[in-house]
């Protein structure tokens, strides 16, 4: 269950219902927060780097199937959009297509062992503890929105000690079928986090490092920083973030530079 979160899955179909009729009221203007109320943060890229974890976990299922693991930097093309989508990519390296059964399979071989593959050789982004800190201090309330599992997600923060950091901790929790929230790039898992927080859309900022966080943003009416040194396979720019910087390490004077100019 996400952390901060009464048990949602009780009544996934209001929260759904919710979801939908907040996605109405969003504005379509996105003025820069000075300080904004709630920062939401991406974790895959944007506060950690977990491909050589990530890549140890690909290989192990590759062996399963007597497959050669995938490189590091094929591994990186591969992550951001959940774990059956990498399932599906890491497959299709290997130029296997896998049907939606065989897919299902493996993802849940891959479920059993991505746990192992979480913290060993994962780090912090530069900057992260530094921008998350700044924000803290300035009052404003900090979430992860992730499409990593929820549970590998709390492993890893709590690793680096970061759990009490954050008021919310939302990661995937499964198809929305079963009643899970859509991932990103869907806007609902931002929607449903600034609901718990008790945010406005207009008062937020997400910070993430790929496409899948600059369209959720867009679609849920948030401010979107895109941080370079992430996983994007394209440019960041062509997802038309609202505002773009080099590393976690210039996000304090962005927001502090902001707060002076208003």
Not at 144 to 154: D, F, L
Not at 171 to 180: I, L, R, V
């Amino acid at each position: 269950m996400p952390r901060g979160l009464p048990d949602r899955h009780n009544d996934a179909r209001l929260e759904c219902r919710v979801t939908q009729s907040l996605r109405s009221t969003v504005p379509l203007t996105k003025p820069r927060p000075a300080v904004p109320r709630a920062a939401l943060f991406d974790l895959d890229g944007t506060l950690i780097d977990s491909v050589p974890d990530i890549t140890l976990a690909v290989a192990e299922l590759m062996q399963t199937e007597n497959l050669e693991p995938l490189s590091e930097d094929a591994v990186r093309r591969m992550v951001g959009h959940g774990i059956r989508m990498l399932v599906q990519r890491a497959f299709a390296g290997h130029g296997i297509a896998l049907d939606d059964a065989a897919l299902t399979v493996k993802t849940e071989t891959m479920m059993h062992i991505y746990p192992r593959h979480l913290i060993g050789r994962t780090t912090l982004m530069q900057g992260g503890r530094e921008a998350l800190a700044f924000f803290s201090a300035a009052g404003s309330k900090l979430a992860v929105v992730t499409n990593k599992p929820q549970g590998a997600t709390e492993t890893i923060l709590r690793h680096f000690g970061l759990s009490d950091r954050f008021a919310l901790v939302l990661g995937d929790t499964g198809p929305a079928s079963n009643g899970g929230l859509a991932r990103k790039p869907e806007p609902d898992m931002l929607i449903f986090a600034l609901q718990r927080l008790g945010i406005h859309p207009e008062d937020a900022i997400m910070v993430g490092d790929s496409g899948a966080d600059i369209h959720a943003a867009a679609a849920a009416g948030v401010f979107s920083v895109a941080v370079r040194r992430g996983y994007s396979t394209e440019p960041l720019e062509s997802f038309r973030p609202d505002l773009v910087l080099d590393s976690l390490t210039d996000l304090p004077s962005a927001f502090a530079a902001s707060a002076t100019d208003g």
